[in-house]
Structure formats: structure tokens, C-alpha cells
């Protein structure tokens, strides 16, 4: 089934008179001035989003490529940038974070508060000793503390990498491990629809499977008063701060700085640490917040993604407090205590712009059918103006019912395309200047140079799929992957491009007429399930590492109405093939050691089993036979190479 995706939708009229960049003329002068002087471009904005501590001379530092430098010789202080200079500013009073937790429960935080709170953490982590270039590992809830731990980090200059709360033992032990932590933030429990989920009792674990003798202490946010085993080294947070002075002197740090580390999957089993700058990030972070949202000092944000992915770090913690803006920060999940929660939200608080992932669109348009009471039409949404989606490509249909459902056919949908690496929006439209088409992410932001080329690096013309690159660095890329360069060059500026491309690793298209990108989905082993990254290596390495079950096992995504993709995984055991009620159990078994493994977001959907994999006759597995297998599609390949045709028939029975 194709989807119509003809229409278009051009800016309303209001929207583009008071946008900051109003109008399509405005776009293309932007774009033409970031033609003509790209680095003055950069800089440019480098000087009015970012107040420096000391100046910068320099906008790129191509000397070291593809290791770019971005306003190297400037010194500045992130949370000085996203607290102090608001206060300083008579903002004081102004509401930074309205939290709505779980059950409900509501607490606003000014700016002079949460600098105040943010100042005493700081203080208490300098207490334990952590100092500048100190990695600190946050598993935390969604919530005030969270930005805080955040936030105080970069005050000290600590590079901090959030794990988030839904990953296993074993993967926070490896993050810990990689990154070489000295201290890891956590909370008692988290609550997440209704539930009560430990974290200090993950932690507990993850420092017992060894090889995390780095960490020196564990501070611990009481978020639910739920039991906890203690060990010598920690501490509760607020007695931590309550001996801490409420001021505490930033820690000024070069532009390329790392800000933080965040790990994410690619196409190898072992996840990488994305390794981002200070100058460079926050300039884009705040930036993109302000144009691709179109964000005003009245307005009140509200970004639904978890501080444990990207999206949390620039548009929850850096990007909104940066400009000095309030915004909605929410504990809970969209079908709690019904599939109408973000609507009550959205009504309750009076949110102005709305930032989501369409796999929650798409869950709550299901929702409505069994719960009709939730349907959006039953909630005063007028307060809205903007609407955006991040995370996967959002199908025309789910376009349409955000738009008329949910922004009463009034507010610009924004789909963002952006990655963990990219630090912000690459492609997005702009609300006041962009012309929108359901399914596609438009045109670059203002200053990224994308194209479509294909696999020797030529530009495609229009109309052609290809391999999305972007042709210019810019401040906020990706800086390394933490502790192996090797395979950061390897990732991102291959050799087939001559080391010149910043290579996404996804397909693209752009319209022959517009010149629109449509993203086509990832040309690497990278599956994304309701827009979360997950590596099909990094599974198929957990499901292996069962070994007294498992001898083979490879995976694949298909195609998911509501997840956008689901994982399926096709294993060989050692005990041979199993069937019936065998089967099954084994199935839930190798689900709940995937979970243990990587965390329950990794769990493959269906898992089938053979007495073998389908390899040729060198030895390798016939993953797009696999892909036709996992979509129950006819297997049109050539097999006649395969080894032993007569599994694809076992291959067929999915648990
Ligand atoms: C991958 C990056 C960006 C923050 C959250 C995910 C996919 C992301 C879109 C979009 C189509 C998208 C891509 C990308 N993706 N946004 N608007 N349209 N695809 O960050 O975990 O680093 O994943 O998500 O495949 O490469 P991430």
C-alpha cells in the first residue's frame, strides 16, 4: 500500500509573520550567506547565541581533519550559558522546568533555583574529588535531578554520559567500563507508568560484574523512598547538597571540550561513545531550538524524549535552557493513565510547541480505538503552534492525523532529521519558511551542506536514491568516538569518499523538483525500533554469549505499523531444532537474556529456529534472504549458492 503524500502545506500566514526566520527568502539568504563565508556564517552565531568567557579568533580547524576543531581558542562555561547569564539577565523568576512526574504531581523550578540546586551538586561533586575531564555516568530518571546532574557536570567540567534507565546491568557496567568513570549518579527507583523499577540495585550489579574500578562513588537521588542495598561508597544526594554552598564558581573550558559522551549502536557488536564539544554543541543545540522551533521567551516547550538519548541532551537540557525558555520536563509515558496523557499535559500546562517521536503518534492513534475518550478532540489544544516528530521517518498518514487531530490543522509539523552524532537538526524544515510535505524532513538547516551520492562519493542528481553525506564540517558534529579515532575515521569519514564526507549512514532522495530529502532508512546493520537505535550485531553478540543454548544466530528488522521496525532473530541452538511448546519456552527464555544482556528495548520480537543458518558456500549469511524470511515474503534471491536449502522451510515458524 502507497500512501498519498502529494499535498503540501504552506506556512500560515501568522506563523511566518512573527517567525524568526520568516519567509522562504529568508532561508535562501541564510543559506547564501553560509555559501559565501562559511565559517564567518558560523561564527557569526557563535557570538550571539554563546556568551564567551574568553572570545574566540578562530571559527574551523581543518589541520587535524577528520578530527575538526570549532572555536578552539575560545574558553567558555555551558551551565553558565543555560543558568547564570539568565539570572544575571533579571530572569531570575522566570519558570525553567515545569516537572509533571508519573502520578501527577507538578513542581516548577525558576532559573535562580535550579542555578542554586545546580551549584550545590557541582559543589558536592568537586566534594568527591571529580574534576575537569572526569567522566561521570548518569542513570537517572526523567526529571529535575537529571538536568541538574547534567547541568552541575558541566559546571565542573566533568564530561558525563547518560546511560538511560531501560538498559541492563551489563550494558551500564561496559558504558562505565569504556568510559572510565569516576563516579556514577543514580536514583533509588524510577517510576514509569505506575511502576516502581530499581536503578541503585542495577548499579549495585554493574559494579559487581567487575572491571569498573574507576569509580570512586555513587551519589543517590531518593526519588521513591523504595529499599536500597548501601555500600561504602554512597551517598545520598541531598544530604550530599545539603552541606553545599549555592554558588559555586563555573569551570571555564576550551570550546572543544567534551561536553559529554553518549553511546549509541552502530554496525559492530560493541556500542560506541559519541564524544561531543562544549562551543560547538551548545551553539547548535541553542541555535536549532530557537529557528527549527521557532521558539519565543513566552513559550512554553515540551520535548517528550528521555535525558538517556540525544534528544533529551539537546532539546531537554542544553538547547531550551540555553535560550533561557521553560519547558515541560515529564516523567511518565504517553498511555499513563490512558493513551490521553500528553493531550492532559499539553491542556494542563499550556505548551506552546510539542516535540515527539512518531512511534508515540502512531501508539496513540491505535490507542483511540479502543479508548475514544483519549482521542485529542476531547482536550482544549489550542495553546499549541508548532508541532514536531524525531526519530524515524513518520509515514504521510500519522503526518496528517498530528497535524488535523492533534495542531487543529493550525501548526506547522516539523519532522527533524538529525542523529546522536550530528548534536542537532541536519534536515527540518523551518516553520515559518518551509513549505511542508507529509514524509519528508525538507531541506538543511542554515549552514549544513547535505547531499545524495553514491557509493563512489558523486553527487546523484535528483530524483536518484543514494547515500546521505554532509560535504562540510560543522560545529556540532561528533568529535570522536571516546578512546578509538580508528574506528571513528572508519565510521564517518570513509575512504571511498576520500576521507572528505561526514557519512550519516543513512539512505536519501531528494524530489526532483524541490529538491526535498526523503529519508529512505539506514544503509548500515542499524535497526531503529520505535526510535531507538539498536545494532543488529550488538544482539546477535548477546543472544551468542547464551552459550549453553545458542551455537548461531543472526538478525534482522522488519517492517513494524506501530515501532517502525521489529527485531527478528534467527537462531540455531545446540541441542538442535526445537518445536512446539519446547520452542516457545526457549524463545522467552532467549528474550529474557537479551533483556539481561542489552535491556528489554533489545528483546527480538519474533525468533525462529533452524538446524542451520542459509550461507553460501564461502561461509557468509544470506542477511537479505533473511530480511524476505522475516517478512514472511516470498524469497525471490538466487539460492542456488546456499548451502542447504531445506532450512528456509524450517526458517519459516516464528516464536
Ligand atoms: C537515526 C539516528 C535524532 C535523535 C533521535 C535518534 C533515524 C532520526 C529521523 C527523521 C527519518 C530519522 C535515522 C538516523 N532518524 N530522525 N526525522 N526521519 N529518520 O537518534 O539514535 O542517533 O538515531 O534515526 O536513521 O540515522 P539516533
Known amino acids: 500500500m502507497s500512501e498519498r503524500n502529494s499535498d503540501i502545506y504552506e506556512p500560515p500566514a501568522a506563523v511566518v509573520a512573527a517567525a524568526h526566520v520568516s519567509g522562504r527568502a529568508a532561508y535562501d539568504r541564510l543559506v547564501a550567506e553560509a555559501e559565501t563565508d562559511y565559517e564567518g556564517y558560523w561564527a557569526r552565531l557563535a557570538r550571539e547565541f554563546i556568551s564567551w568567557h574568553k572570545p574566540f579568533t578562530e571559527g574551523l580547524d581543518a589541520s587535524d581533519a577528520p578530527f575538526f576543531k570549532w572555536f578552539a581558542d575560545g574558553t567558555l562555561n555551558v551551565s553558565y550559558n543555560c543558568l547564570d547569564r539568565h539570572v544575571e539577565a533579571g530572569q531570575g523568576e522566570k519558570t525553567a522546568l515545569i516537572f509533571e512526574a508519573d502520578d501527577g504531581q507538578i513542581t516548577r523550578v ?15 561533586l568537586r566534594a568527591q574529588g571529580v574534576r575537569k575531564g572526569n567522566r561521570v555516568v548518569i542513570y537517572m530518571p526523567m526529571g529535575i535531578e537529571g538536568v541538574m546532574a547534567m547541568q552541575a557536570c558541566a559546571r565542573i567540567g ?20 569504556d568510559a572510565g568513570a569516576v563516579l556514577v549518579l543514580t536514583a533509588d527507583e524510577q517510576l514509569r507508568g505506575g511502576k516502581r523499577l530499581p536503578l541503585k540495585a542495577i548499579v549495585d550489579q554493574a559494579l559487581a560484574l567487575g572491571g569498573c574500578e574507576s569509580v570512586r562513588s555513587v551519589i543517590v537521588y531518593q526519588r521513591t523512598g523504595g529499599a536500597v542495598d ?6 545520598w544526594l541531598h544530604e550530599l547538597s545539603a552541606a553545599q554552598p549555592t554558588t559555586c564558581e563555573p569551570e571555564w573550558v576550551e570550546a572543544e571540550h567534551p561536553l559529554f559522551l553518549l553511546y549509541t549502536s552502530g554496525s559492530t557488536g560493541k556500542p560506541k561513545g559519541v564524544q561531543h564539544s562544549s562551543g560547538g554543541y551548545l551553539l547548535h543545540a541553542a541555535l536549532t531550538t530557537k529557528w527549527t522551533f521557532d521558539l519565543k521567551p513566552d513559550d512554553v516547550f515540551w520535548c517528550t524524549a528521555d535525558i538517556g538519548w540525544v534528544t533529551g ?13 521553560t519547558e515541560v520536563v515529564f516523567e511518565g509515558v504517553p498511555t499513563y493513565p490512558d493513551a490521553g496523557r500528553f493531550w492532559e499535559v499539553i491542556q494542563r500546562h499550556g505548551v506552546t510547541v510539542f516535540y515527539t517521536a512518531p512511534t508515540a503518534i502512531r501508539s496513540l492513534i491505535k490507542a483511540v480505538e479502543g479508548q475514544p475518550q483519549t482521542h485529542p478532540r476531547h482536550y482544549d489544544l489550542t495553546s499549541l503552534r508548532i508541532l514536531g516528530t524525531v526519530g524515524e ?8 492525523w498530528y497535524h ?7 501548526c506547522p509539523v516539523i519532522d527533524t532529521f538529525w542523529q546522536t552524532e550530528t548534536g542537532g537538526h541536519i534536515i527540518t524544515p523551518l516553520p515559518g519558511a518551509t513549505t511542508l510535505v507529509p514524509g519528508s524532513c525538507t531541506l538543511p538547516f542554515p549552514g549544513i551542506i547535505a547531499a545524495v551520492v553514491d557509493e563512489s562519493g558523486k553527487e546523484l542528481p535528483h530524483g536518484h536514491g543514494g547515500i546521505l553525506v554532509v560535504k562540510k564540517p560543522w560545529p556540532s558534529m561528533i568529535r570522536n568516538i571516546w578512546g578509538d579515532p580508528e574506528r571513528f575515521k572508519k565510521s564517518y569519514y570513509p575512504d571511498e569518499f576520500n576521507g572528505q564526507y561526514y557519512l550519516a549512514g543513512d539512505g536519501a532522495v531528494r524530489d526532483a523538483t524541490t529538491g526535498y530529502f526523503t529519508i529512505t532508512g539506514r544503509i548500515d546493520d542499524v535497526l531503529n525500533i520505535s526510535g531507538h537505535r539498536m545494532g543488529t550485531m550488538e544482539i546477535e553478540s548477546a543472544l551468542v554469549s547464551c ?29 538442535g531444532r526445537p518445536e ?8 522467552s527464555r532467549l528474550r529474557e537474556w537479551v533483556a539481561k544482556e542489552i535491556g528489554p528495548i533489545a528483546k527480538p520480537r519474533d525468533i525462529r529456529f533452524a538446524d542451520n543458518l542459509p550461507k553460501t558456500r564461502s561461509g557468509k549469511i544470506m542477511r537479505r534472504l533473511l530480511r524476505s524470511v522475516a517478512r514472511n515474503e516470498p524469497v525471490t534471491q538466487d539460492i542456488s549458492t546456499l548451502e542447504n536449502p531445506a532450512i528456509l522451510e524450517q526458517l519459516g515458524q516464528a516464536y
Open 110 to 124: 525558576n532559573y535562580r533555583e535550579l542555578l542554586a540546586r545546580t551549584c550545590r551538586l557541582a559543589n558536592a
Open 158 to 177: 566533568a564530561t558525563h554520559s547518560v546511560v538511560f534507565g531501560g538498559f541492563s546491568a551489563q550494558s551500564l557496567r561496559d558504558r562505565i567500563e
Open 313 to 325: 541532551h539537546s532539546y531537554v537540557t542544553y538547547g531550551p535552557l540555553a535560550l533561557g525558555a
Open 404 to 410: 488535523e487531530q492533534v495542531g487543529g490543522s493550525r
Open 580 to 587: 512446539g511448546d519446547d520452542a516457545k519456552a526457549i524463545a
Open 393 to 400: 521517518p513518520i509515514n504521510p498518514a500519522a503526518w496528517r
Open 230 to 235: 548501601w555500600q561504602p561508597h554512597d551517598h
Open 547 to 575: 552459550t549453553e543454548l545458542v551455537a548461531e544466530a543472526a538478525v534482522v528488522g522488519r517492517p513494524d505499523e506501530t515501532t517502525g521496525e521489529a527485531i527478528c532473530a534467527f537462531v540455531v541452538l545446540k541441542q
